[in-house]
Nanobody, 115 residues
Framework: QVQLVESGGGLVQPGGSLRLSCAASGSIFSNNAMGWYRQAPGKERELVAVIISGGSTNYADSVKGRFTISRDNAKNTVYLQMNSLKPEDTAVYYC?????????WGKGTLVTVSS
């Protein structure tokens, strides 16, 4: 069984920064893909960033150049560094792990970007 617990969300002004953390426990390995998704009010959940085996990363066009995903395998933790935040980044951010054949999800952490 895999559990994912997000932290680090909160209220930030436009242009500010936040770092989200996702602590994973259970049968998860360094070669499992992990990522961050987000869901804004009234919208579908969307992929923000993913990190796969070997450290390769992929980002949604809307966050490229502003967000950075990373992982610390020794701590079983994935991070999302978010810079130059915009009001449209406001959403619940979910951590995700793909351990075939299942997808695992955390409960989410709310990020609000507002002045």
């Amino acid at each position: 069984q895999v559990q994912l617990v997000e932290s680090g969300g909160g209220l930030v002004q436009p242009g500010g920064s936040l770092r989200l953390s996702c602590a994973a426990s259970g049968s998860i390995f360094s070669n499992n893909a992990m990522g961050w998704y987000r869901q804004a009010p009234g919208k579908e959940r969307e992929l923000v960033a993913v990190i796969i085996s070997g450290g390769s990363t992929n980002y949604a066009d809307s966050v490229k150049g502003r967000f950075t995903i990373s992982r610390d395998n020794a701590k079983n933790t994935v991070y999302l560094q978010m810079n130059s935040l915009k009001p449209e980044d406001t959403a619940v951010y979910y951590c995700n792990a793909y351990i075939p054949p299942r997808m695992y999800w955390g409960k989410g952490t709310l990020v609000t970007v507002s002045s």
